[in-house]
C-alpha cells in the first residue's frame, strides 16, 4: 500500500533567512491573489448566475486560460527574487480548488489576507541534496541551508526507500517557522482480520467533560479540557490584547471612527500582545493533539477494533449549555487520529451510523427506551427487562455490539447501520 506521510521540524532560521521566507510567503499571496481576481472576474462573465449545469459549469471553466507567471513577473519585477517553484505551485493550488468549488467539495476560494499573520508557501521541487541529518541543515531552493531543531529521526524516514514529494514552510501567527517533507513509501500493511475474541473490542462513547466513556466503563484516561484550564490566562492575555496600540488623542482619551469602532494602529506593544496570546493558543491546541494521538496509539495497540460514534457536534453544541467541553474534545479530529494510527496496527475503526440510536437501546435486550433522549437522564432502568444502566457506558457497550454485528457479517450491510470505517488523510 502507498503510504503518505510528513515530517515536520521546526526551522531556526537566521534573520536574513526569517526575511527571505516572509519574503517568499507574501509574494506567493501576491501572486495568488492576483490569479484570484483574475479567475474571479471570468467567472463572474461566463459562469455565475447562468442556467449551466455542473458539468457545463466545468466545461467552460476548462477552456480558462489562467495568467502566466511570466507575464506576472513582468508587472510585478520583485517576483524575480524568490522561487519561482513556488509560485507556480500556488496557481496550481488555486486551479484545484476552483475545481473542487465546482464539483460540489469546497466553497469558493478567499483571497488570502496578511492580517492572519499565518503564511506558508510549497515548494513542488526538492534539491537532491536538500537534508543533511548530521548537521541538522534543510537547504530551501533560493534561501540556502537552515538549520532545524534537533529532534530524532522517526524510523520510517530512511531517505533510501522513500520519496519526498515536497517540502511546505509555515510561518505560523506566534512567528515560528515550521517545514513539512512530504513523502510517500509503499509499506506492507497486515490484513485487518478479527479472531472472534470480544474482548479485543471496545466502544467509545463521547462524553463532552470525560472525552469518552468506554464499553468498560472506564473514562478516558488523563484527559483534561485543556482550553478551560488555560483559560483564565488566555482571557488575561486577549484583553491586554485588546488596549494595545489604539489611537489616542491629546486628553489621551481613545479614538473611535465614524462606526464607533476604536482606531488600532500598529505598534511593537500590540505586536508583543498578540504573540502572547498567540503562544498559548498554539500550546493549547499542542497538548490537546499530543494527548489524543498518545490515546489514539494506546487504542490501536490494545484493541482490534474500536468502535466510535459519528457525531455533528455543531448540532449538539445548540442544545447544550456546556458547548465549550463540546469544542475542547475536539472528537472529530480524535477520530482521524483513531483512522490514521489503525493503518499501521492491525485495528479495524468502525464509525456507527449518525442515526444509531445507542443511548436509548437497553444492551440486555434491546428495548428502545425513547425517554432516554434527553440529556439530563443519567441513570434509567429498562421498562422491558429491569436492568439498571448507566447512560454512558449503556451507549458504549451499544456501540460495541453493533461493532461486532459489523465484524461478523464483513459485507456492508444495511442491517447494521454502520457506515463503513474511517478513509483516513494518509492513503
Ligand atoms: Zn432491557
Known amino acids: 500500500m502507498k503510504i503518505k506521510r510528513a515530517l515536520k521540524v521546526r526551522l531556526y532560521p537566521t534573520p536574513e533567512q526569517l526575511n527571505k521566507i516572509k519574503q517568499t510567503a507574501g509574494c506567493k499571496r501576491l501572486v495568488y491573489n492576483h490569479c484570484l481576481a483574475h479567475k474571479n472576474t471570468f467567472y463572474e462573465c461566463n459562469i455565475?448566475?447562468?442556467?449551466?449545469?455542473?458539468?457545463?459549469?466545468?466545461?467552460?471553466?476548462n477552456t480558462y486560460q489562467p495568467p502566466k507567471i511570466v507575464d506576472v513577473k513582468k508587472e510585478f519585477p520583485f517576483l524575480k527574487d524568490v522561487s519561482y517553484k513556488a509560485l507556480e505551485q500556488c496557481v496550481q493550488d488555486l486551479f484545484k480548488a476552483f475545481l473542487n468549488f465546482f464539483q460540489g467539495r469546497a466553497d469558493k476560494p478567499n483571497f488570502k489576507k496578511k492580517k492572519y499573520h499565518h503564511d506558508k508557501y510549497r515548494?513542488?521541487?526538492?534539491?537532491?541534496?536538500?537534508?543533511?541529518?548530521?548537521?541538522?541543515?534543510?537547504?530551501?531552493?533560493?534561501?540556502?541551508?537552515?538549520?532545524?531543531?534537533?529532534?530524532?529521526?522517526?524510523?520510517?524516514?530512511?531517505?533510501?526507500?522513500?520519496?519526498?514529494?515536497?517540502?511546505?514552510?509555515?510561518?505560523?501567527?506566534?512567528?515560528?517557522?515550521?517545514?513539512?517533507?512530504?513523502?510517500?513509501?509503499?509499506?506492507?500493511?497486515?490484513?485487518?482480520?478479527?479472531?472472534?475474541?470480544?474482548?479485543?473490542?471496545?466502544?467509545?462513547?463521547?462524553?463532552?467533560a470525560?472525552?469518552?466513556?468506554?464499553?468498560?466503563?472506564?473514562?478516558?484516561?488523563?484527559?483534561?479540557?485543556?482550553?478551560?484550564?488555560?483559560?483564565?490566562?488566555?482571557?488575561?492575555?486577549?484583553?491586554?490584547?485588546?488596549?494595545?496600540?489604539?489611537?489616542?488623542?491629546?486628553?489621551?482619551?481613545?479614538?473611535?471612527?465614524?462606526?464607533?469602532?476604536?482606531?488600532?494602529?500598529?505598534?511593537?506593544?500590540?505586536?508583543?500582545?498578540?504573540?502572547?496570546?498567540?503562544?498559548?493558543?498554539?500550546?493549547?491546541?499542542?497538548?490537546?493533539k499530543?494527548?489524543?494521538?498518545?490515546?489514539?496509539?494506546?487504542?490501536?495497540?490494545?484493541?482490534?477494533?474500536?468502535?466510535?460514534?459519528?457525531?455533528?457536534?455543531?448540532?449538539?453544541?445548540?442544545?447544550?449549555?456546556?458547548?465549550?467541553?463540546y469544542v475542547d474534545a475536539?472528537?472529530?479530529?480524535?477520530?482521524?487520529?483513531?483512522?490514521?494510527?489503525s493503518v499501521f496496527y492491525n485495528t479495524q475503526v468502525i464509525e456507527n451510523s449518525k442515526w444509531f440510536p445507542s443511548s436509548q437501546l437497553c444492551h440486555c435486550c434491546g428495548y428502545r427506551n425513547?425517554?432516554?433522549?434527553?440529556?439530563?437522564?443519567?441513570?434509567?432502568?429498562?421498562?422491558?427487562?429491569?436492568?439498571?444502566?448507566?447512560?454512558?457506558?449503556n451507549a458504549a457497550i451499544n456501540l460495541k455490539q453493533n461493532a461486532i454485528k459489523h465484524l461478523e457479517t464483513p459485507i456492508m450491510g444495511a442491517t447494521v447501520g454502520s457506515t463503513g470505517c474511517y478513509v483516513c488523510g494518509g492513503h
Open 123 to 208: 515548494e513542488n521541487q526538492i534539491p537532491v541534496d536538500f537534508f543533511n541529518w548530521n548537521e541538522r541543515l534543510i537547504k530551501l531552493p533560493k534561501i540556502g541551508y537552515v538549520k532545524f531543531a534537533n529532534r530524532k529521526l522517526p524510523k520510517w524516514f530512511n531517505l533510501k526507500h522513500i520519496k519526498p514529494k515536497n517540502l511546505t514552510v509555515e510561518i505560523v501567527p506566534s512567528g515560528r517557522v515550521f517545514v513539512s517533507i512530504s513523502c510517500e513509501y509503499e509499506a506492507s500493511t497486515a490484513d485487518k482480520v478479527w479472531n472472534g475474541d470480544e474482548n479485543q473490542v471496545i466502544g467509545l462513547d463521547f462524553s463532552p
Open 290 to 325: 499530543d494527548w489524543q494521538w498518545k490515546e489514539a496509539l494506546r487504542l490501536c495497540r490494545s484493541y482490534e477494533a474500536v468502535s466510535v460514534e459519528s457525531l455533528t457536534i455543531k448540532n449538539m453544541m445548540q442544545f447544550s449549555r456546556n458547548a465549550k467541553n
Open 330 to 341: 475536539s472528537w472529530g479530529m480524535f477520530g482521524v487520529k483513531l483512522g490514521w494510527k
Open 210 to 288: 470525560k472525552m469518552f466513556v468506554d464499553s468498560n466503563g472506564n473514562i478516558a484516561p488523563d484527559y483534561k479540557p485543556h482550553k478551560q484550564l488555560h483559560n483564565k490566562r488566555l482571557k488575561r492575555l486577549k484583553r491586554q490584547l485588546s488596549r494595545r496600540g489604539i489611537l489616542r488623542d491629546e486628553h489621551n482619551k481613545p479614538v473611535h471612527d465614524d462606526k464607533g469602532h476604536l482606531i488600532v494602529v500598529d505598534s511593537n506593544n500590540r505586536e508583543k500582545a498578540r504573540i502572547k496570546v498567540a503562544k498559548l493558543e498554539e500550546h493549547i491546541v499542542n497538548c490537546r
Open 370 to 393: 425513547k425517554t432516554v433522549k434527553d440529556l439530563r437522564v443519567r441513570k434509567w432502568n429498562c421498562p422491558n427487562c429491569g436492568a439498571h444502566h448507566d447512560r454512558d457506558v
Open 48 to 61: 455565475k448566475d447562468k442556467d449551466l449545469t455542473d458539468e457545463e459549469k466545468l466545461k467552460i471553466y
